[in-house]
């Protein structure tokens, strides 16, 4: 769909108005995608950047900090909200819809789902003349009801013809998209989320692996397997909890360490209890962004057990430190993973399977070096916030070369 309102040209005429829309701010794959986007086009001397969130109060922590800090013109709508609301969300997208008319933005890129629903839907009312959709993940999943799956499908078949192009974070995802008839193969591009890496790359040279262990009260010599990820349902503690079973009946000197925090802290900790592992299980918390690598840097495998992801962005973070991983064959992990070569892949809830690669690893140290070297490699390749964003940017120029062809011909 084509409006045939003129947009942007040079910075010297009318720049580039770019919004983003994302449904919540919190410390997430998907938050940190979109944020990282928006700071990096801000660098573009033809564009004009604004992100617009809503309003979540959950326990996961939030980056509106760091967007500001980093001079991010940052807008919060309260109506835009994470659950079903059927009222709020049509207040929502009229409040949406008056915005974009006033503020006559050429590009509208929504991320998440709510946003991608009601932003897309506000933008074609509003005559924006470029729409274009992230799939950070798929929200309709065997882990949610019936009828929640089959309105977002309903609903994302219904947005997908306002959208000019579809980007997904990795390949699997728009397979998934697709079987469900949303779209069409040729809206999707591919474009793998970028992080900041050098952090990552460089922390070897900031602490060693003995002092990461000793700083959280870890003995220098025990080994330790590790987990990042929000405690919250299909983050997969569940499956963590009885690999960590299995490699303690194997190793009883090792040490867990879980990175992260959610609603599911109390029963992961009587879980913990329950298998007699409360004196091997450290739980950290929620962590500074800037205090990630270094609680990486004390793991000497990483084991991601995650029931359904975009692409975890522990697995390229942890190859960025040159650690190996283990992780479910699902989603993008795949896309990350070469398996045997930087990690290991197992199939999807196979516990044991994964408590035998994560023991094998344990009691290797080339190995570890090995795949830690290779998986490095790889997400210094693949990852870089620079590559995410300039392929981002290549994808709207496309857009709007082919928009003004369009309007000059009419």
């Known amino acids: 769909m084509n409006s045939d309102r003129p947009v942007g040209g040079s910075s010297e005429e009318h720049p580039v108005r770019i919004l983003h829309i ?5 410390l997430g794959g998907a938050q940190e995608n979109t944020l990282y986007t928006v700071i990096g086009q801000q660098q573009h001397p033809d ?30 709508l309260p109506s835009l909200i994470r ?22 933005y050429d590009i509208v890129h929504t991320h998440s789902s709510k946003a991608g629903i009601v932003g897309r839907v506000a933008a074609r009312l509003a005559g924006v003349p470029i729409v274009v959709h992230t799939l950070h993940s798929l929200v309709f999943h065997e882990y949610q009801s019936a009828w ?9 078949r219904f947005c997908a013809p306002m959208t000019d192009v579809l980007i997904s974070v990795n390949d699997m995802t728009t397979q998934g998209a697709l079987a469900a008839g949303i779209g069409h193969p040729k809206q999707y591009v591919t474009v793998h989320s970028g992080f900041e890496l050098d952090r990552f790359v460089d922390v070897g040279r900031q602490i060693s692996i003995t002092s990461a262990k000793e700083r959280l009260g870890i003995p220098s010599e025990a080994p330790v397997v590790g987990k990042i990820a929000r405690l919250f349902a299909q983050k997969g503690h569940e499956q963590f909890f009885e690999v960590a079973s299995r490699i303690a009946q194997h190793n009883p000197e090792v040490r867990f360490l879980l990175v992260g925090d959610g609603p599911l802290r109390g029963a992961l900790e009587e879980r913990a209890r329950t298998l007699n592992l409360d004196d091997r299980v450290l739980f950290v918390g929620r962590v500074p962004p800037d205090d990630v690598p270094a609680h990486i840097q004390a793991m000497d495998v990483v084991v991601h057990t995650s029931l359904r992801e975009g692409i975890a962005r522990v697995i390229p973070q942890a190859g960025a430190v040159g650690k190996s991983v283990v992780t479910f064959e699902l989603d993008g992990a795949p896309e990350v993973i070469q398996d045997g070569v930087s990690g290991y892949l197992v199939p999807p809830m196979d516990v044991d399977a994964l408590a035998d690669r994560a023991i094998e690893l344990l009691e290797s140290p080339a190995l570890r070096s090995q795949f830690g070297q290779a998986g490095q490699e790889r997400a210094i390749s693949m990852f870089k916030i620079e590559t995410m964003v300039n392929k981002i940017n290549n994808i709207y120029q496309t857009l709007l070369a082919k928009h003004r062809k369009t309007v000059t011909s009419l």
């Open 47 to 76: 564009f004009r950047v604004t992100l617009l969130v809503g309003v979540d109060d959950g326990t996961e922590g939030s980056l509106e900090e760091k967007a500001r800090a980093e001079g991010v013109d940052l807008m919060i």
């Open 83 to 104: 659950p079903i609301r059927p009222l709020t969300d049509v207040w929502a997208t009229w409040q949406l819809y008056r915005l974009m008319k006033a503020g006559r």
């Open 148 to 156: 929640k799956n089959r309105l977002y499908i309903l609903l994302k």
């Open 22 to 26: 994302i449904t919540r701010l919190i």
